[in-house]
């Protein structure tokens, strides 16, 4: 059900009764998704979110009996922080999604040590470009500030983050309120995306998100749904 138009993008608002019917049917519909690709061109390149919401999700999707085994995973973003971290991604995504089924596909971990945030995006961004971009599906998280993946509305660079023809795939982020330096896939790979859902839930990311597509100054979230040139399939639940 599409709840409005933007002006130049639209979304589609999928509202759930609770968070373990959003999880099995966005971990069901991504699945679906995975396999479409796998079935058009032998494999299939997924990009995930961190942070708190994605757990449930992620721990459905594990179990999904798709071909994992040509399933390449990465993360939308990072904190520059090691796996061990309770801070990482790559931890989260380790611990829940990288489980049962899911153990056999290949991960591509953003975060490794290096002399600091740029030369990890400037070595991320060589590395990553021989993965089979465009990727196949993105799921987005997005906080009650209106951020998505590590485009924080105080982030140095932001225009550059959200340059729709950026020719990068990683960019590194320095921002006051993201809590420590990040690595962030570009707004521009993101909307090349076949698939491109939002994941958020509570009434609190409900309102951001309202206000983001309310006439208004333009939060990053806004951005991508105006730059992506398919509807962002949303996934709410209370
Ligand atoms: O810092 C981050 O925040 C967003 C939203 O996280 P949530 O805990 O509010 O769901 C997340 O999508 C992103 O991957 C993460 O690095």
């Not at 994605?54 to 459905?60: E, G, R, S, V």
């Not at 490794?112 to 070595?123: F, K, V």
Request: glycine residues 4%; negative net charge; hydrophobic residues 50%.
């Amino acid at each position: 059900m599409a709840r409005e138009q933007l002006n130049s993008a639209s979304y589609n608002w999928n509202a759930f009764a609770d968070r373990p019917q959003l999880a099995s049917a966005l971990a069901a519909k991504v699945a679906d998704r995975l396999t479409r690709a796998i079935d058009r061109r032998g494999r299939a390149f997924l990009a995930v979110s961190g942070g708190t919401t994605p757990a449930k999700f992620f721990a459905d999707l594990s179990a999904a009996p798709i071909a994992w085994d040509k399933v390449i995973v990465t993360l939308v973003d990072e904190r520059f922080v090691p796996a061990s971290s309770p801070r990482s991604n790559a931890g989260l995504v380790a611990a829940n999604l990288l489980q049962n089924a899911a153990k056999a596909a290949r991960f591509v971990p953003l975060y490794h040590e290096a002399a600091g945030i740029e030369d990890a995006a400037t070595s991320d961004d060589a590395a990553l470009r021989s993965l089979p971009w465009p990727l196949d599906v993105v799921v987005l998280g997005m906080g009650p500030d209106g951020h998505t993946a590590s485009f924080f509305p105080d982030a140095d660079d932001l225009p550059k983050l959200l340059d729709p023809a950026s020719d990068r795939m990683i960019l590194p982020v320095h921002a006051k309120s993201a809590g420590e330096p990040r690595l962030t896939l570009t707004l521009a790979r993101i909307i090349d995306a076949d698939f491109l859902a939002l994941h958020i839930e509570g009434e609190d990311k409900r309102v951001a998100f309202d206000n983001a597509v309310a006439p208004g100054p333009r939060k990053p979230i806004r951005a991508v749904l105006d730059a992506s040139p398919k509807p962002v399939e949303v996934f709410w639940a209370p």
